[in-house]
T-cell receptor, first 108, second 117 residues
């Protein structure tokens, strides 16, 4: 079993939809949780960064961490075609461990 | 400082040749990480440095791979006797060591895409 599990998708939604992306993990030592967006053939771009359980909001993006369930989520409101990318969850104790990424397509 | 910089962006090499990649982190960041990413997968951890000290290496990092960060600033990753299985995107990231111990916000470069033919 991988330390971090992420549904690879692909996920396709219409413009304006609310998108929910999720990861589960098994290592209780993880303390920092991040979401990255990666466009094709580019490096990952940091979207959200949280420490401990709870919610964090940044514009159309909300990151949610539930350490008791070992479950993290990223919500995208009013999704746009420019949000089409692969979304990677990552978590850390000393170095980053990534999920495999969810490929998202937002259709105009 | 415009972020993490990696050079070259692309490298094509023949099997058996040695290659070296360079990473320049964000200047105030004391941690530097190397990751490898293959198509359809998330980045896999290879190694990381805090200042000039290499603190951890993955089991993925065979004897043919070596990384250095001689002055705690830029880093190099060398692959000796390249194999076709080494073809991947090699990503570098940097961050500030955080309290409690762990990774602070980690920022990635654009990667070096290696193709071994």
């Amino acid at each position: 079993q991988k330390e971090v599990e992420q549904d690879p998708g692909p996920l396709s939604v219409p413009e304006g939809a609310i998108v929910s992306l999720n990861c589960t993990y098994s290592n209780s030592a993880f303390q920092y949780f991040m979401w990255y967006r990666q466009y094709s053939r580019k490096g990952p771009e940091l979207l959200m960064y949280t420490y401990s359980s709870g919610n964090k909001e940044d514009g159309r993006f909300t990151a949610q961490v539930d350490k008791s369930s070992k479950y993290i989520s990223l919500f995208i409101r009013d999704s746009q075609p420019s949000d089409s990318a692969t979304y990677l969850c990552a978590m850390s104790e000393g170095q980053l461990t990534f999920g495999s990424g969810t490929q998202l397509t937002v259709l105009p | 400082d415009t972020g993490v910089s990696q050079d070259p962006r692309h490298k094509i090499t023949k099997r058996g040749q040695n290659v070296t990649f360079r990473c320049d982190p964000i200047s105030e960041h004391n941690r530097l990480y190397w990751y490898r990413q293959t198509l359809g997968q998330g980045p896999e951890f290879l190694t990381y440095f805090q200042n000039e000290a290499q603190l951890e290496k993955s089991r993925l990092l065979s004897d043919r791979f070596s990384a250095e960060r001689p002055k705690g600033s830029f880093s190099t990753l060398e692959i000796q006797r390249t194999e076709q299985g080494d073809s991947a995107m090699y990503l570098c990231a940097s961050s500030l060591a955080a309290q409690p111990p762990g990774v602070g916000e980690a920022f990635f470069g654009q990667g070096t895409r290696l193709t071994v033919v």
